[in-house]
């Protein structure tokens, strides 16, 4: 009896944690207030212009390559494989599959433990494993690999255990008609 192969859903797509950007925020709005509080007080034009060009350079390196470089990274879990993508300008993709198997562990540290989020670092037994650095709700996705992973290890059990869940959340049939009943009515 042939599997038949399910299709690809996606399960997360996750992005390292926002908190990420809390110091260029505040850079940013420190770099605003200098310069609307400084701007107009030197008595040349040309320095109150060079003013508006370093607080334009500052709010580029402090915040906006910051929020580029967290925009850049991104991965995907779906029901077949993970997906992480990084760089902006340079784009690279890995992938990895579930059906090949791998350990999961979860890294928290710091802050990490306040903000429940963490590095999973998935070891597949290569030289190097795959780290998805700082995802918000590390266990959860911890627990949802695991489960793709013997989910796919093991397709016919999952099968019925979709098919059990399935017909569980299905309507009740509707009564069938007995012999005598045909599609106009009764004979």
Do not use: C
Request: avoid cysteine.
């Amino acid at each position: 009896m042939p599997v038949e192969a399910s299709p690809e859903s996606v399960v997360a797509r996750l992005r390292p944690h926002a908190r990420a950007l809390f110091w260029p925020t505040v850079a940013l709005l420190v770099d605003a207030g200098a310069v609307s509080y400084f701007f107009g007080s030197f008595p040349q034009q040309w320095m109150n212009q060079a003013l508006l060009a370093v607080g334009g350079l500052a709010a580029l390196l402090l915040f906006v390559a910051p929020l580029l470089s967290w925009l850049g990274h991104n991965y995907t879990i779906t029901t077949r494989r993970i997906v992480i993508r990084s760089g902006l300008f340079v784009r690279s993709r890995q992938e990895l599959l579930h059906s090949r198997g791998y350990d999961v562990t979860v890294r928290k540290a710091g802050l990490q433990l306040l903000f429940r989020s963490g590095d999973v670092l998935v070891n597949t037994g290569l030289e190097h494993p795959v780290l998805l650095r700082d995802v918000p709700g590390a266990d959860l996705v911890q627990s949802a690999l695991h489960d793709l992973m013997e989910a796919s290890l093991n397709p016919i059990a999952a099968r019925r255990q979709q098919e059990q869940s399935r017909s569980e959340q299905s309507w009740p049939e509707p009564p069938r008609p007995d012999d005598e009943t045909t599609l106009w009515g009764r004979r």
